[in-house]
Each structure stands twice: as C-alpha cells, then as structure tokens.
C-alpha cells in the first residue's frame, strides 16, 4: 500500500500526524507509535492523590476521543459518559460521605460482587498492604484507614470524575459490561498518556442514587463505574505504588506450538 495513502488513513483516525524527519520510513513511524503504547502501558497506574488544579475541556475532549476507539461486539458501542467537576461533583462527594458515615448499605445498579476469596483476596489484601505501607498508615490506627477508606467515596478529592455508564438496554447482557471495561481501560492509558493521572473507582458509585441525581444521568442508563481523573500529585507517597503482576506462565498457555 502507498505510505501516503497508509499515513491519510491514520491521520482519519487518530488526528494528524507529524513526521519531523522527512527522511522516515513508514516502519519507524509504526514503530516510534508502537513504543509509545508500550511505553504507556507498563509506565501506568493507579493515581490516588491529585493536585488542585483544573483539567481543560478540551483535553478531557483529547483523551475521551481517545477511549472512544475501543472494541466493542458488532461495534455496539454501549458506553456512555458523564464528566463531572465543580459544584455537582462536590455534591456527590457530600452525599457519599453522608450515606456512608450514617452506615446505610452500598446501592449499585449492576449486581454486586460476594466477598473476594482464595488468590482473588490475596491479591486484594496484598495492594491493600503496599498502598498502607507507602502512607505509613499502621493495622491499629483506625482514624487513618477509615480516612483512606473515605477518600474513595470523595472520588479521591480529585477535579474531575467520569461517571461510566451503559445501555439499559443490555443490563442482562454481560458482553455489554466487558465492551465498557475495555473502553474504560483504553480512558485510564490515554490519559496517562497526556500527563493526567486516573484511577477506576468503583467506591465512587456505591451510593449510585447520590451520583445518578448529582448528574442527572437519564434513566435509560446503567451507572457502571467512575474515573478519579486530574494532574498527579508527586508528593502524595501512595502515587509511587506500582501493583504487582503475576508472571505471564501464570497466566497463559500455549496450544498448539512447538516446544
């Protein structure tokens, strides 16, 4: 195929694309592309401490453009999100904290988890014990865990936070709920890759009623998710916490190949 032709192609779907040195190959175009993805992807995690400063419409508009290219089945495409800052986010961080502090039990609108067990809670427990141990925060101070565990419902005091929804309409159809995942995924990784910090939030939707009015998200739309987003904030220790991964053998196999 023409370089040019491929390069037009590109530029439709990703924006415009500046080639510095007219003296490149399409293979190193794909490549530097290419590494710059890698380069995201292992370089991103989980923000959980943000600066106070606001993030522009325009690159929320950047990044979202960005999730917006994810798979989904037969293009179905059933996301939808709600971009929350100022006044109605400040309200559902209000009406979290009540609830939650008043002991009324968590309302989702997708069915909720059991209790995790086996490696599942050992996984759990273990980025439990590495964030603790970054903020210094001890097994017997139960002032500190409870703050930590308040930060979540406040969306992590963050600027904005993107409430992730999806079609009513296929609540009963979990393909649904993984489409959305990967749209969601693809939001985290994009925004690292301009700067931004993120982390998926599900104790910012436990109180789902709190958020669906402090939105006003339409009724024909299942609250999912959220997305703490905003400028990381260096001097927030916990920001340093890399989760551990299990070992590709571990999660792999191979059929088919030869030894």
Avoid at 89 to 103: C, F
Wanted: proline share 4%; net charge negative.
């Amino acid at each position: 195929m023409d370089e040019s032709l491929v390069l037009k192609i590109l530029a439709e779907r990703s924006g415009p694309i500046t080639i510095y040195d007219r003296s490149s190959t399409l293979d190193k175009c794909l490549w530097g592309r290419s590494m710059k993805l890698e380069k995201a992807m292992i370089e991103r995690r989980s923000i959980r401490g943000f600066k106070d400063e606001p993030i522009s419409k325009a690159l929320l508009e950047d990044v979202i453009a960005l999730a917006n290219r994810a798979p989904s089945s037969m293009n179905t495409q059933p996301w939808h999100l709600h971009v929350l800052t100022g006044k109605p986010l400040e309200a559902v961080r209000l009406g979290n904290t009540e609830r939650m502090l008043a002991g009324m039990a968590p309302v989702r609108e997708i069915e909720d988890y059991a209790a995790y067990e086996g490696e599942h809670r050992k996984r759990q427990i273990e980025i439990a014990v590495q964030l603790f141990e970054a903020m210094g925060i001890k097994r017997e101070d139960s002032e500190r865990r409870q703050d930590w565990v308040m930060r979540g419902f406040r969306q992590f005091d963050a600027p904005v936070s993107i409430v992730v929804c999806f079609d009513r309409s296929l609540l009963e159809n979990t393909i649904a709920h993984f489409d959305t995942g990967a749209m969601t995924y693809g939001l985290v990784l994009a925004a690292w890759s301009k700067g931004l910090g993120a982390v998926i939030n599900g104790q910012g939707i436990m109180q789902s009623p709190v958020v669906r009015e402090a939105a006003d998200i339409p009724k024909d739309q299942v609250i999912l998710t959220c997305v703490a987003l905003g400028w990381p904030d260096e001097e927030f220790v916990a920001n340093s916490v890399v989760s551990r991964r299990r070992p590709i053998e571990n999660v792999t196999r191979y059929v088919g190949f030869e030894e």
